[in-house]
């Protein structure tokens, strides 16, 4: 069992891994480690090669949850059981970065302009690709981990 767990900062995307992990899945956050390189406009993107082999190298009843939000996931999706969209209302999103203590980023005014337009430019990108989309502004951490291996299960 394979999700991608996607999202833009702040909409918990590395505490529910964090409790996934606790429930006893593999997780990988492509954020930190040497998942991405410099893609073709200069943005980060997966390195490919690093990504097929994690996803395509593991033991079928292994599950694994991998968190990253970057322009050429899309290419992976076929790997996945799921991929699970995170979203949360703006105003929550910038009130949790700016408090929280594991990442600087989103706690100065450009950072937290670069989050509006990312939200307003890429989750309707991500949707589409989706199956399964949790309002964590709304949803407690234990709960969207229980509906995301609820929405495993029924599939």
């Not at 893609?39 to 090669?49: A, F, R, Y």
């Not at 992976?76 to 929550?92: H, N, S």
């Not at 990442?103 to 302009?113: A, F, I, L, R």
């Amino acid at each position: 069992m394979k999700i991608l767990l996607t999202g833009m900062s702040g909409t918990g995307t590395s505490s529910v891994l964090e409790h996934l992990a606790r429930r006893g899945w593999d997780v990988v956050d492509t954020d930190y480690g040497d998942w991405k390189v410099a893609g073709p406009d200069g943005d980060l993107v997966w390195d490919e090669s690093k990504i097929t082999e994690l996803l395509t190298t593991q033991p079928a009843n292994r599950r694994l949850a991998v968190d990253g939000c970057v322009s050429n996931q899309g290419r992976f999706y076929g790997y996945f059981d799921a991929v699970v969209l995170l979203t949360a209302p703006i105003e929550v999103m910038l009130e949790r970065v700016t408090r929280r203590t594991n990442n600087d980023y989103g706690k100065t005014p450009d950072e937290q302009e670069e989050i509006r337009a990312n939200t307003r430019l890429v989750v309707p990108l991500l949707r589409p690709g989706a199956d399964l989309e949790i309002d964590s502004g709304a949803t407690s951490i234990e709960e969207i981990c229980d509906r995301i291996e609820r929405f495993l299960k029924d599939r």
